[in-house]
Every structure is written in C-alpha cells, then in structure tokens.
C-alpha cells in the first residue's frame, strides 16, 4: 500500500462544513481531528496555529474550488489530515474567484519526509478533475470520498 493510501486511510472526512472562511474551515476541522481522537485536545490551538501562521505567509486557496491548508508542527507524530465538503462553497479569494468547496486540512510534523509533498501533489491534481471534485462535494459518506480520490 503507497503512501498516499495510508494517509488517506487515517482521514478524517466532514461532509457538511459549516465555515463561512477559511480561518473558520481550519477551526472547523481541527476540532473535527481532535473529536475523532486524532489529535489532543490540548494540542488544538497549538495546531490551529501553525496552520493560521501557514495560511497567513501565503495562502492555500487555490483555483477550482480547491483550499489545501496545512502546517508542521510537533503537537503530532504522524502526519494527519482532515476532508472537508462545503456543498454551496464559501468566499475565500480564491484566484478564480471561485468560491471554496474542497478543504484538504493537513498536520504534519517537523521531521516527515516527502511522503508528504507526494500526497499533497496527488491529492491536488486528483481535485482539479471537475468530475471527481463534484462527484465528492455530493459524496455523502466517508467511504465515498476516499473511494474517488482513490480513483485514477
């Protein structure tokens, strides 16, 4: 199994976000990672700002609906990621001004290698496929998500 699929078999996937930013997008699903038990709750702040801090030297907001904030940080041994679905989308300035309605949340710690960058790359190119990104902001359920981005 690559790596990309053992990252994505650690995701954790909302599929109603409610945020109506991208600094809320981040609250929203970290306090998702921390009620699912991937991440301390006393580690929580720490996290969100080292995404915050990340977000706020260049921004993840992407063209095609498409925001993939992430940070390192040592609150976490392991790399961690959260998939949130926004269904009508949000503003967040986007280059195309599109609004947001893929939020790809990562933590990872200081010391990870490129697996990382890998799956931050395959995640991306797997988005900015039109028909896959719908087909997952219409998912319903976790196993559908990670079923398209599985696909090739």
Sequence with gaps: MSTYENMLDRAIV???LKSED??????????????AGALAED???????????REMSASTVM?????????????VDEFVCAIGL???????????GQPTRVVILMLVPPAAGSGYTTFLGTISRTLM?????????????????LSILRSK
């Design 43 to 53: 580690k929580r702040d720490e996290a969100k700002q080292a995404i915050v801090r």
């Design 14 to 16: 909302i599929n109603s």
């Design 86 to 96: 926004h269904k009508d989308g949000f503003a967040a300035d986007a280059p195309d």
């Design 63 to 75: 063209t095609d609906e498409i925001a993939l904030p992430h940070g390192r940080t040592d609150v």
């Design 129 to 145: 496929d039109d028909d896959k990104r719908a087909a997952m902001i219409a998912a319903t359920d976790r196993d559908a998500v």
């Design 22 to 35: 991208i600094f809320s997008a981040i609250a929203e699903l970290t306090d998702a990672l921390v009620a």
